[in-house]
């Protein structure tokens, strides 16, 4: 058989059984990986991809070798669900740097976490003075929790008794120029409604549309392909 079309089949096979193995895992942002998972995620790419190109070997033994890594993956999943103390083992835990302003420099040489690295991640959190800082931990996959002094807080409606109404989830009604016909009818509305309001904005068409989506106040919000914002700051 053709090189090529050898490539293109255990392609195929590589690309399904990783998409099954990886939905099977479970989804998880790469933002919060651990360590450990991403490791194992690059071990099993690696496994794909070489079961897809290497065509000096037979394409069993790397799919084994697939399922074997993807499984105890899984266990290790399950037994750390049952066992906290294998996930600690395994992820870490979190670690406390920051405790009332003061910066805990002992936990920065045990982790081997930079002053560099903690100062970049505060100011992600939108932490420029230390000094306003109650805690700071490091997660395990990462990133930096901040909690403010209560001082330095911001102020929520529910500090200052103020009632706010209940803001959901909004309704995608048309979508890359389509129409959710379904999304119409979970907001008991229908066709004709939708065009109305798209006829009375001035569009013809639904196609015209990029994304359209209605909140739960019953506000109907548009984007449209062509958009003018863009033209008038390049006029």
């Not at 590589?14 to 194992?40: A, D, M, N």
């Not at 103390?85 to 930079?114: A, W």
């Not at 909690?147 to 009632?163: G, R």
Request: proline residues 3%; glycine residues 6%; without cysteine.
């Amino acid at each position: 058989m053709n090189e090529t079309y050898v490539v293109i089949v255990r392609g195929v096979i590589g690309f399904l059984s990783l998409l099954i193995f990886t939905r099977f895992l479970g989804k998880q942002q790469v933002s919060q990986l651990t360590l450990f998972e991403y490791v194992l995620g690059i071990t099993i790419g690696s496994m794909a991809s070489t079961l897809t190109t290497d065509l000096s070997s037979a394409a069993w033994p790397h799919w084994v070798g697939l399922l074997v890594w993807s499984s105890l993956v899984y266990l290790v999943q399950l037994l750390a669900i049952r066992f906290p103390k294998i996930s600690q083992y395994i992820n870490g835990k979190p670690e406390v740097l920051i405790v009332n302003g003061k910066i805990l420099e002992g936990t920065l040489r045990k982790i081997r976490y930079s002053l560099f690295d903690l100062l970049e991640q505060l100011r992600v959190n939108n932490i420029f003075d230390i000094s306003q800082v109650e805690f700071a931990i490091l997660e395990t996959n990462g990133k930096l929790t901040v909690l403010k002094k209560s001082q330095f807080q911001a102020l929520t409606p529910n500090d200052m008794s103020i009632p706010t109404g209940y803001q959901g989830l909004s309704t995608e009604l048309i979508y890359n120029g389509v129409v959710m016909e379904h999304n119409l009818q979970k907001v008991n509305l229908n066709r004709r409604w939708l065009d109305s309001q798209l006829k009375t904005r001035g569009i013809k068409n639904p196609q015209e549309v990029y994304l359209a989506m209605l909140n739960t106040s019953g506000e109907l919000y548009i984007d449209l392909y062509k958009d003018h914002v863009y033209n008038n700051m390049n006029s």
